[in-house]
């Protein structure tokens, strides 16, 4: 069955940095993509972006262009989301999805992982 | 970016009602339209995706329609387990596949 399973709960402080990896099984790793998607406290879902895990093309939302990489380890079906630059309000729930492409949607999650920023 | 709204943001019924929770988007987005379900704690779970496709074992009192701007969610006979928060999301454009600010659906 499928499964992406991601790290564990992180505290960071303003200004670092915060990678968390999404491992995935049960299909094809390659004949994917994978998109991160965040909810802070109380809030909506925000998407912010897409990579391909065949070859690595990525689509960053606008607002975390520069902050954020996504990448992948295809040897061992791992996704990773790196956030720079962490501010309080990057505070929030990070969740991977297996997401085909453009146009398609988010069929199996990942449990979420608990970012907090904090001084 | 697309923006895509959501109403009602919030919305009381009882077990057995029928439900429809509107989603519109600022410009066409043809049938690029998914919907989530989303309970307290837990990750989304999809239940619709191109609009009107019902993912593999959600149950048949759910169903999707529109195409364009304007999409509906529909559950036809609501049970205790719907009581959730539930988003729609387009997949239309690359830069960008935003979601609907969210609707929560509680027991009256």
């Known amino acids: 069955q499928v499964q992406l399973v991601q790290s564990g709960a992180e505290v960071k402080k303003p200004g670092a940095s915060v990678k968390v990896s999404c491992k995935a099984s049960g299909y094809t790793f390659t004949s994917y993509g994978i998109s991160w998607v965040r909810q802070a406290p109380g809030q909506g879902l925000e998407w912010m972006g897409w990579?391909?895990?065949?070859?690595?093309?990525?689509n960053y939302a606008q607002k975390l262009q520069g902050r954020v990489t996504m990448t992948t380890d295809t040897s061992t079906s791992t996704a990773y989301m790196e956030l720079r630059s962490l501010r309080s309000d990057d505070t929030a729930v990070y969740y991977c999805?297996?997401?085909?492409?453009?146009?398609?949607?988010?069929?199996?999650w990942g449990q979420g992982t608990l970012v907090t920023v904090s001084s | 970016d697309i923006q895509m709204t959501q109403s009602p943001s919030s919305l009381s019924a009882s077990v057995g009602d029928r439900v429809t929770i509107t989603c519109r988007a600022s410009?066409?987005?043809?049938?690029?339209l998914n919907w989530y379900q989303q309970k307290p704690g837990k990750a989304p779970k999809l239940l619709i995706y191109?609009?009107?496709s019902l993912q593999s074992g959600v149950p048949s009192r759910f169903s999707g329609s529109g195409s364009g701007t304007d999409f509906t969610l529909t559950i036809s006979s609501l049970q205790p387990e719907d009581f959730a928060t539930y988003y729609c999301q387009q997949s239309y454009s690359t830069l960008g596949r935003t979601f609907g600010q969210g609707t929560k659906l509680e027991i009256k």
């Open positions: 191109a609009a009107s």
């Open positions: 410009q066409s987005i043809s049938s690029y």
């Open positions: 999805a297996r997401d085909l492409r453009v146009g398609s949607e988010c069929d199996y």
């Open positions: 990579i391909s895990a065949y070859n690595g093309n990525t």
